[in-house]
């Protein structure tokens, strides 16, 4: 299962097509998943956060957020979502491909947005609390998205284009002229682990494994993943694998044994030991308490 997959769980206000490849996912923290891992992909995403308050982190940079606040994530950058203790979340998922909005030749705003925007040459902030001055004309966008998406009315498909055409004119009022294109090799090595994981978690994966992805010796890798990530790689492995898990026993009715053995885990008896110190309780539990009313 891909990380981002949690989605099709999800109510879906738009599912997205070949042509049109937008989507707004309705997602509520603890009640579908207490966290969505760091992953990244080639898509544009738009957290938007309805209800209570949670936490974000955008390229590592954690991100306190509340009822209101809009968090952008453009291509390529690293991101999660998790739930802040004691609280609740509801949000918004907007995901959407740039490709939508670009055309092949000649364009200026292809030319002087958003190609530099796919290729990491701008930057804008990422957060855009309720204070924010600009947040009044971006919440507009997406309120008014959230409309067009309740009937989707015959030629919606130019209503939400013209919608995200005035977000971005919002966010290039946000951003500084296009930088020259930086590579940031650390940030690179973290997101090929992180997607060989997201991509092979189901197998047995060793640190020689992992660090030859980066071509780095065990030794560095050990020390570069726990320095980035403030955790050794096996534990958040493990971690991750248990998140899967979790889904997996709200989303399917494959007996727990069955779920241990999809997510990686070759012993039984110490998927359930790991899981409850994770969750607090056994998957059973956890699954048995998930589908009362």
């Known amino acids: 299962m891909n990380t981002l997959e949690y989605e099709n769980t999800q109510e879906t206000k738009s599912h997205g ?9 309705l997602c509520s ?14 898509d544009m995403e738009i957290i938007y956060i309805k209800k209570g308050q949670g936490n974000v982190t ?22 999660s979502i998790e739930q802040a203790e004691n609280f609740s979340m509801e949000y918004e998922n907007i995901i959407f491909n740039l490709n939508m909005l670009m055309t092949p030749l000649g364009d200026s705003c292809t030319e002087k947005f958003f190609q530099p925007l796919v290729q990491g040459q701008i930057l804008f902030p990422n957060y855009f609390p309720t204070d924010s001055c600009l947040h009044p004309a971006l919440s507009l966008c997406l309120d008014t998205m959230d409309e067009i998406c309740k009937t989707f009315p015959k030629g919606y498909q130019l209503a939400i284009k013209g919608q995200l055409f005035s977000f971005f004119y919002g966010l290039a009022l946000a951003s500084p002229a296009p930088l020259p294109l930086q590579k940031h090799k650390s940030l690179d090595h973290l997101k090929d682990i992180l997607k060989y994981v997201e991509t092979n978690y189901r197998e047995k994966i060793t640190i020689t494994d992992a660090a030859g992805i980066c071509g780095f010796s065990n030794s560095h890798f050990m020390k570069f993943f726990k320095s980035s990530m403030s955790v050794s790689f096996m534990d958040y492995l493990n971690d991750y694998r248990l998140t899967m898990a979790a889904r997996l026993l709200l989303s399917s009715s494959d007996s727990i044994a069955t779920i241990a053995t999809e997510t990686g885990f070759e012993n039984l008896s110490y998927f359930n030991r790991v899981f409850k110190r994770k969750y607090k309780c ?3 539990f956890f699954r048995a308490q998930s589908s009362e009313p």
Do not use: C, M, R
Not at 29 to 42: E, M, R, Y
Not at 58 to 77: M, R
């Open 17 to 25: 097509q070949g042509n049109f490849p937008f989507n707004i996912y």
């Open 58 to 79: 955008v390229n590592l940079a954690p991100i306190s957020v509340k009822e209101g606040d809009i968090v952008v994530v453009p291509p390529g950058q690293l991101h």
């Open 29 to 42: 923290i603890p009640l579908d998943f207490t966290t969505v891992p760091l992953h990244w992909h080639n």
């Open 282 to 284: 056994t998957p059973s």
